[in-house]
Structures are given as C-alpha cells and as structure tokens.
C-alpha cells in the first residue's frame, strides 16, 4: 500500500495484537507474542494524520528527546493506518502512578516536572518543526464560537508572547509522560513543535486544576484533590521554590485557557468553564 511521500504502509494482522487502550484518535494494541511491539492505529479514513505523525515521531527521537523509538507506519485488513512503536516493558504513567500511589504525589510530580524543564530547555531547528504559535492562530481562525473582537484580543496576546527556540511536547500532560524503573519518556508526541514554555504549562495546569471530577477521574485515574495537590508540588520545582503559587498561576492561567480553542474544535461547543482563565484578556 503506497502512500504519499513513497512511504510504503505494511500490511498487518490485527489477529496479532490486543486492544489496550483508546484516546481521542483511535486505539493502541500490544503483539501478543512479542512484548517489545506496540501499534497506535488511528480512525477508520485517517490516513495523513498517522503518516504525519509517524514522520514526526521519527524527527524527535532522532533529535535526542526522551520517546519510544517509531517503527514502522502500517495499514490493517480494516483499513486503519498507524504507526508501530518499540514497546516499553513496564512502562508506568506519572498519573496512573500517582493515582495508585497518591503518598508518592510530591515524588511523582517533581520527576515529571524535571523532564518537562528539561525538554523546554533543548533548542530545536526551527526550520524543520512547527512554531506553537501558528498552531493556535489556526485553531483561532477555526473556531466558530468567539466574536471577532474576541478573536482580536487573543490574536494579539499570542502574538505578544515572546519566542523561545526551544522543544514543545503540544499536549503536555502527566498521562503523556511514563517511566520504567530508571528510564523515562515522553509520549504522544504528535503535536511536537517549538516556542515559549507556558503554552506547555498551561496544559498542565488545565488537567490539574481547571478540569472538572469527573473528567480528571476518568481520563487521570485520581481524584481532583490529588491532582491539585500533583499541581502545587509540580509548579515549585519547575518554576522555582520562591516564587508564590498564586503568583505562578496567575502566570500560567492565560495559557491554560487558550486550550479553550482546541477543546471547542474537537467537541464542537462554547466551553464555558475553561473560557474564565481568559478573563485576563478578554476583558
């Protein structure tokens, strides 16, 4: 099965893998008989999604970040396309860790916090990856649910942000990041770009804090206390010991409410309770 770019899909067998887990672009298989293979097959149709992010993925690791080495970019007899990975054996995420462990929490945040500093701190060529901002310009234009004065206002304080030449994961998250015993990795990387650091933290700040108990239980496998508490541990390491909380999420609350634009795209509704951490500038 050719592909665009001369990239060759490969056939495979679904009678070879079992389902382990879903998200909000398809589904993720582990080979039965060879536990070091993992396949992430997206939605029936998606075709340039998978092959863009297969390419992707391959840029990043070969750049030195922290992810399961991509293998191969595969089609099914169902006709679902994606993208085999090296498998992790024993891989564990920060959240379901904290989830199973909640006495861990200060632990598990501050490690994850280290990974994050550390990714925002590698250079990447600029020339080869997406600027964050262009990313949420798209995502402005896209959305149906701002007034155009609204659109200006936003359009004007991403474009105020300054730059950083510096790695973005795009969806950071503590789901997003696993360990196995000493190693650890970053995952989903499919939204990989560069630019200023907070467009990363505010994610992390909207799983934590702004989403709402059901939500955070369901997709975070922990209560939203905890993941308050995985926030308030997380914010001074990455951030540094004396600079106040409040002051910190003052800071990053803008950034977190800027996912407002991604979160409408994919559920196609005004998301109110994500709209507030704009107000500072809306209003």
Not at 47 to 53: A, D, K, R
Not at 103 to 131: G, P, W, Y
Not at 148 to 157: H, I, W
Not at 184 to 193: K, P, S
């Amino acid at each position: 099965m050719n592909c665009s770019d001369n990239i060759e899909a490969i056939r495979v067998s679904l009678d070879d893998y079992v389902l382990s887990g879903g998200g909000a672009n398809g589904e993720s298989y582990d080979h039965k008989t060879d536990p070091t293979v993992m396949l992430k097959l997206y939605f029936p149709g998606e075709i340039q999604q998978p092959l863009s992010e297969m390419k992707l993925a391959r840029k990043v690791y070969d750049m030195g970040i922290p992810t399961p080495e991509p293998g191969d970019f595969v089609v099914t007899e169902d006709g679902r396309y994606g993208i085999r990975f090296h498998r992790i054996i024993g891989k564990k995420s920060y959240s379901r860790a904290t989830g199973d462990e909640p006495e861990r929490v200060a632990q598990f945040a501050s490690e994850f916090a280290q990974m994050c500093k550390q990714l925002h701190a590698t250079r990447v060529d600029t020339a080869h990856f997406e600027n964050v901002k262009h990313h949420y310009f798209h995502l402005l234009d896209q959305n149906p649910f701002f007034t155009t004065a609204e659109k200006d206002k936003l359009a004007r304080f991403i474009t105020d942000i300054p730059d950083e030449d510096t790695a973005l994961h795009g969806d950071l998250q503590y789901s997003n990041a696993i360990f196995a015993g000493e190693k650890r990795y970053f995952i989903d990387l499919g939204d990989f770009c560069w630019g200023n650091h907070l467009f990363d933290i505010g994610q992390v700040y909207l799983c934590c804090y702004l989403s709402d108990e059901d939500f955070i239980s369901e997709t975070f496998h922990m209560p939203k206390a905890l993941a308050m508490k995985f926030w308030d541990c997380f914010a001074p390491v990455y951030f540094g010991e004396g600079i106040p909380l409040k002051e910190i999420e003052e800071l990053v609350r803008p950034f977190a409410g800027l996912k407002t634009l991604l979160i409408e795209r994919n559920t196609r509704c005004p998301m109110s309770e994500f709209r507030a951490a704009l107000a500072s500038i809306l209003e």
